[in-house]
């Protein structure tokens, strides 16, 4: 639809805050913007000229627009922010986040466990989080450990199971980490108070925490039990010596949720802290690409919204160096000038700054190789789709390279740590096996690298995966079973077009979803395993190391041997061939010279 279409529609749209979308022919959903007066800001992207290319583009795909009024700019902002959480527009920025970060759970059963999770299932349990690391997330569960007696254990400690005394106290009860609640020793209502102190420690509520310790010690030292007053007394000092660590500004400042925006010619950078009781108890920063020529204002308030949903922020303070809109009205907007605020937005902007300079010498340098807790993610989720015992940190894969039957080679890759191993890396001749039999050159290899490793007592990889599908899997797992090692690594072939998953004796391939990390990372060990057998095949051909029968012919270069292989597969069903069938590939002279060759005149009738 041309510019003037559109100009009755425009005439239509009042001059009142709401929120336009854009459709396209198919009626599908292009972008959803919000405005202090619509037909001002709907028209303006036909009643001007357009320096923005994506913009260009979103314009030339509009088939039809539609709009709603509010009754003011924020319930804009309200409306435009659920409508693009709902239907995710392809020219509106939407906040995705592909990292899994890990969460503490507080398990929904009897006497709860806490552990750390990186999945959110909907069974009623509690999850706190979600955290930036892993590191911290220890951090923090060795700080509760240290200070609430909580249980460790799997049992089933359901009341049924208590009173028939179906438990023992373990050695965590001995070493006064456990109260024993197994044994009914605690019971629930203590176990729950405890609880509480654990939401506290994880939400940065420190205080609260010492100060019920310290009710407790006092009550010790009143009763004349100075050895459990002790005890306490030092947890008070651990959580205490916690806090003074986190401490960046006055502890007396209350929840308050601090965000900033930094912007380069591709992106924005979005960095978000919740601080509680001036110790900061999350801090995020977040790469968005930009889709169209949005302002900062706009992109700020959409990240801040999302973000404080995620972490399941209670601040009803944030912190920001613009006026934003935030969807709960009683939320307090600051722009601080000076003072403790205003130092913990420049904390937030040094963050922001240094992510985005970290970003860009990545990409200067060609170093965006992910992170080793980002990597350790990436094999956690590998382990869980193949259904792995442990975790694949040393996986090995094998490919074979030949060009119809000549130059037979083999290629290993060994990837440690989700990262390419290079000095692990093997090439192998094929010594034998004839022609082209991929199966049985597959079992060589196969039985030739896990016999040295023997050999060697060196460790075995936790995942192989054999390139090419069932017939090249089923001739690894022969060389495997011959070297007495079935069942002592996980084996998996990985076939060449559909890249689909197979199992020894599963009928159906898994299919790992396209764009998940687990089968980039399958793809990269693949791509890398063609790479280098590749590379050292041309190597061996231009070194001349490995030579076919034909290339030995007079008159018969390298050009005229690989044409017949390719017709005709391998020398032997080339020395059976008539000469007539050799013409209709090489000619008549060059056929000649090759039909002399395998037919001397001496065997000749």
């Known amino acids: 639809m041309i ?7 425009i005439q239509s749209i009042p001059h009142e805050p709401g929120c336009y979308k854009y459709f396209d022919k198919h009626h599908e959903l292009l972008y959803v913007g919000k405005a ?99 590191g911290r997330v220890r951090e923090l569960l060795e700080l509760v450990k ?59 509520n420190i205080n609260e925490v010492v100060k019920a310790l310290k009710a407790e010690m006092m009550g010790h030292a009143a009763d004349l039990q100075f050895e459990k007053a002790q005890i306490i007394k030092k947890k008070i000092e651990s959580l205490q010596h916690y806090q003074a660590r986190s401490i960046v500004v006055n502890p007396r400042l209350e929840n308050v949720d601090v965000a900033c925006i930094l912007g380069d010619e591709h992106h924005y950078y979005v960095n978000f802290m919740m ?28 990240a801040l919204d999302n973000l404080m949903e995620k972490y399941q922020s209670i601040a009803k303070e944030v912190i920001v160096p613009m006026e934003v809109d935030v969807t709960d009205p009683v939320i307090k907007v600051t722009v601080p000038k000076a003072g403790d605020k205003k130092q913990l937005l420049d904390m937030c902007i040094k963050n922001a700054d240094i992510f ?20 350790m993610q990436v094999l956690e989720e590998l382990q869980e789709s193949l259904q792995l015992s442990e975790i694949p940190t040393h996986i090995e894969c094998f490919d074979n390279s030949n060009f119809q039957g000549s130059y037979p080679v083999a290629a290993m890759v060994c990837f440690r740590n989700g990262l390419p191993a290079n000095k692990e890396y093997r090439h192998f001749h ?8 991929d199966f049985a050159s597959m079992a060589e290899i196969v039985y030739r690298r896990y016999k040295r490793l023997m050999d060697e007592q060196t460790p075995l990889p936790q995942l192989v995966i054999i390139d090419g599908g069932k017939g090249q899997l089923s001739a690894a797992l022969e060389s495997i079973e011959k070297l007495g090692l079935t069942g002592s690594m996980t084996l998996v072939g990985l076939a060449k077009k559909e890249e689909s998953i197979f ?39 231009s070194k001349g190391t490995i030579k076919n029968e034909l290339e030995d012919i007079a008159g018969i270069g390298e050009k005229t041997a690989t044409e017949l292989l390719q017709a005709f597969r391998s020398v032997k069903n080339i020395r059976t061939l008539t000469e007539r069938e050799l013409t209709r590939v090489v000619g008549a002279s060059r056929a000649r010279i090759v039909w002399d060759h395998f037919h001397p005149p001496e065997n000749k009738v």
Do not use: W
Request: proline share 4%; with cysteine; net charge positive.
């Open 3 to 9: 510019k003037e279409e559109f100009s009755k529609i």
């Open 430 to 437: 094929i010594k034998t096996v004839e022609g082209i039999n």
């Open 356 to 375: 985005m300079q970290d970003m860009r010498k990545k990409e200067t340098l060609l170093l965006g190789e992910a992170s080793k807790e980002r990597n």
């Open 146 to 204: 240290q200070n609430v007696p909580l249980r460790t254990c799997s049992l089933n400690l359901s009341p049924a199971n208590i009173k028939k005394g179906k438990f023992k106290v373990c050695l965590e009860y001995h070493l006064g980490n456990c109260k024993g609640p197994c044994e009914g020793l605690q019971d629930e209502t203590d176990y729950r108070n405890s609880l509480q102190y654990v939401r506290h420690i994880l939400k940065g």
């Open 503 to 541: 199992f020894a004796g599963d009928s159906d391939p898994l299919q790992l979803p396209y764009d998940s990390p687990a089968h980039l990372l399958v793809r990269r060990i693949r791509d890398e395993v063609h790479r280098f057998g590749i590379t050292f095949h041309r190597q061996v051909r």
């Open 275 to 302: 601080v509680s009781n001036g110790s900061i108890v999350h801090s995020n920063t977040l790469q968005i690409v930009k889709k169209l020529d949005e302002d900062e204002q706009d992109v700020l308030s959409l």
């Open 36 to 134: 202090k007066d619509l037909r001002k800001r709907v028209s303006s992207y036909f009643n001007k000229n357009l320096d923005n290319y994506k913009t260009k583009k979103l314009v030339s795909l509009i088939y039809a627009i539609d709009f709603t009024v509010t009754n003011s700019e924020h319930d804009a902002f309200l409306l435009e922010n659920s409508l693009i959480k709902h239907y995710q527009p392809r020219f509106n920025i939407v906040l995705k986040d592909d990292k899994t970060y890990p969460y503490i759970v507080i398990k929904k059963e009897p006497f709860p466990r806490i552990f750390f999770t990186r999945k959110l299932i909907r069974d009623g349990s509690e999850y706190l989080g979600p955290f930036t690391g892993l």
